[in-house]
């Protein structure tokens, strides 16, 4: 049972179990995408301390999910950092914290479509045998609209609801894992009998984080690795509709990074061993395939099985496109409800039982926010990935310390509660906010990320700081149009022990 009264938001009950919702949570970090596009710039960050820096990303990340597993066992609520931010600290961090999970979302939604177009001409390309289809991707006014399409179907799944998600999600997982284990086995394989690009021999040093030659590199390179691990908080976003909604989400959230971060470790360690850290053809370092490790390595290292990959990375953003749209919908929902948004954003569909309007504002902002980025330059969409790792340590770390405040008078009440609702949350949130405010000043040099700069500042610094500016300007407005939120009105600040607000009594306040 959880601690607090939850009032109900029209969402359908029960429909996703343990094993259905760590499905959905690692289609939602997508590992063949995000490590296609991720692999590169943190390989070039700490060479060949690959594996350690995945390790050690993995840490903060496991010690937030305890934190996340505590509150979703007193608060299960869809609105997860907003409304656990907002109950520890108060409306306006709390509707800060909800900002910045809204953000990172709809960034990215943003490059999972552009690297789904990416592989589609791809692996049409290679169907079809003509190289030229896959430049296709190249050709803005094409990308753009095919992103669209890729858009408009992943969130009319979404809209569909969690059974319609949950069919979808099991072939793509089961597929991307497949090939994933099967590209690690043939580059491991290579790389011992010598056939390997650059090889390397297998060292434990690769495990070592402290080998990382500067702490920027290394705070650099555990941002990109959160970003790898991003996603699995999607499962507490749906703890009002799964069975046992105040303790199967946190579970499934951790059983979803432990499973994460085995895969992680021994496709890290197959890349190194064949490909090594040079800025040859195909060495990780190399820049111009950073974009797209696993298109560029599959043909040497699988042959003509290289199209499973091209699929793989296919479904794998294909399948997070559609998963990852669960957590913005679900929050909006929860900001709309309390009254932290315009009450559109509370609607329900009567068919479906899911966030409809939200979900159609998510799948908007981010067809835009991507739209306008491809136009300006490629290197521009592919620093908002940088940007999203800022983000992520952001709002993950408020909600760490949330859990902290939050359980603040349980903290020696159990050994158990002192490990899990004090030490474990501290420990974690102050890691990722510290990577968070290193890579801040880190990324203000111009030459952080791919190069760009703005007046002389960092682009990815410039994104991230436009973000919190429309975080803030977003805040003030709903505060002019709607102030019973931020007078604490419709979600109060309190305790575990303290009454929340019914939604007779919401309703009431319209």
Known sequence: MSDVEIASKGLSEGKVGMFSAAIIGISCIAPAYTLSGALGPTASAVGDHLPAILLVGFVPMLLVAIGYKELNASMPDSGTTFTWATRAFGPVLGWLGGW???????????????????F???????????PEIAELTRNVPINVATCFVFVVIAALISYRGLDTTKSVQYALVGFQFAVLILFSCMALWKAHNGQAWDVMEFSWEWFNPLGV????????????????YWGWDVVLTMSEETEGSSSTPGKAATLTILIIVVLYQLIAVATLSYAGVGDGQYGLGNQA????????LATPIMGGLAILMSLAVLGSSAASLQSTFIGPARTMLAMGFYGALPKKFANISPKFQTPGFATFV??????????????ISEAVLWDTITALGMMVCFYYGMTAFACVWYFRKEWFSSVGSFFAKFLSPLVGGALLLTFFFQTSYDAMDPSYGSGSEI??????????????ALGAISMALTWWKNPAFFRGQTLTRGLPSDKMIT???VLKLD
């Not at 998510?362 to 136009?375: I, L, Q």
């Not at 007046?455 to 919190?468: A, H, I, N, P, S």
């Open 503 to 505: 939604v007779d009594e």
């Open 455 to 468: 007046f002389g500042v960092g682009l990815v610094f410039m994104l991230g700081v436009t973000l919190f």
């Open 289 to 296: 395939i950073q974009e797209n490790i696993f298109g560029e």
């Open 120 to 130: 589609f001409y791809l692996m049409l390309s290679q169907i079809m045998h003509k």
């Open 213 to 228: 030659g500067s702490f920027s590199a290394f705070a650099a390179g555990v941002a990109l690795s959160v970003f790898i």
């Open 362 to 375: 998510a799948a908007v902002v981010a067809f835009a926010f991507y739209a306008v980025m491809r136009v």
């Open 100 to 118: 910045g999970l809204l953000a990172a979302t709809i960034l990215v939604l943003s490059n999972l479509a552009g690297i789904a177009v990416d």
